[in-house]
């Protein structure tokens, strides 16, 4: 699977660190247990979608963009990255932010990721729904037709194929990192959400059979995360002129999302203050929260080999923390 032909930007920071981590290993039973730090890029605090970004960007600037638009939810991880990796590069950046979290409150409004937003330079527009958002696009068109600008447009998450090629790089990357370590078969515990990260892994990881892969879903139901899954496997292969992995026996569940998308649980709170204090990493509660709910989970159902090596994808999400404060301060009190 040769990268080289597409369009890329290098945003720094790669490879990501692959760290032992014995302690929290020690508290879930799982001896080689490791953890794949895409959380400390040293762009915009880090996070799994700068690795989309390099390819959704190259492409971009090949094709003449000087704006970015982009969607997502008020504390979108993607448009916090999407907004720094813009300045990096002297881009416009417009952030198209819907409100479909059931949360308010000044922390979640105005703090975390909406803060690093402006921040990082990006015009953020808040919209009430799915038809505001619409009709803020349009607009944000018309504008920049007018002013003649052009603009690239990039999806939630920036899941599509092109963004998920980002994962199959980092597939790639993480398998020889094993290898050097001497390792011959391991366990990838991966997020789904957009679908962008998880499906760039299922291409990715198709060329080595030692390579498997848990995905904990983390904003939408197996059936919904399957069909998503597919469609961009699909898209990412067919750029690379491969045909698409099959999705049959992927381990793919969606047991600790708990009532949706950006709501946590107790178990996401519980997998916070456990990784936090085994390995001093912080979780955020959105996305690796959830992942790691899962994988205590997982854990305690005996699922995992006696001397499996587990390979734990910490995405980032950081800032998340801080827009959900009132729950945070309460989760590690006391």
Not at 135 to 143: A, K, M, P, S, V
Not at 184 to 192: L, M, Y
Request: charge should be negative; glycine fraction near 14%.
């Amino acid at each position: 699977m040769n990268l080289d032909r597409f369009p890329r930007v290098d945003l720094g920071g790669s490879p990501t660190p692959l760290h032992a981590a014995p302690r929290l290993g020690e508290a879930l039973g799982i001896p080689n247990l490791l953890l794949k730090r895409d959380d400390v890029h040293p762009l915009g605090i880090g996070g799994n979608k700068l690795r989309k970004l390099e390819f959704l960007l190259g492409a971009a600037i090949t094709a003449g963009a000087d704006t970015v638009i982009t969607f997502g939810a008020l504390q979108t991880n993607h448009g916090r990255q999407t907004a720094a990796a813009c300045a990096k590069l002297g881009l416009r950046c417009e952030l198209v932010l819907t409100a479909k979290v059931p949360r308010d409150g000044d922390a979640y409004e105005r703090s975390g990721n909406v803060a690093l937003d402006h921040l990082f330079g990006a015009n953020v527009h808040i919209c009430a729904d799915g038809l505001e958002t619409g009709r803020t696009y349009d607009r944000l068109i018309t504008e920049a037709e007018v002013e003649g600008r052009k603009v690239a447009t990039f999806p939630v998450g920036g899941s599509d194929g092109v963004g998920a090629l980002g994962y199959v790089a980092a597939a790639q990357e993480l398998a020889a990192q094993l290898t050097e370590r001497g390792i011959t078969r391991a366990r990838v515990i991966a997020p789904h959400a957009s679908g962008g990260t998880s499906a760039g892994l299922v291409v990715g990881t198709a060329p080595y059979d030692w390579l498997t892969l848990d995905i904990a879903c983390v904003s939408h139901p197996v059936d919904e995360a399957l069909d998503n899954l597919a469609d961009l496997t699909v898209a990412a292969a067919g750029l690379l002129g491969s045909e698409p992995p099959s999705l049959d026996g992927l381990h793919i569940t969606d047991g600790t999302i708990g009532p949706g998308y950006g709501i946590p649980t107790a178990e996401t709170w519980d997998a916070v203050r456990l990784f936090g204090r085994t390995e001093g990493i912080a979780l955020d509660p959105v996305y690796t929260g959830k992942v790691g709910a899962a994988l205590v989970r997982w854990a305690a159902e005996g699922q995992f080999a006696a001397g499996e090596h587990v390979v734990f994808l910490h995405t980032g999400g950081l800032p998340g923390l801080y827009g959900y404060a009132p729950e945070f301060t309460d989760a590690v009190s006391g």
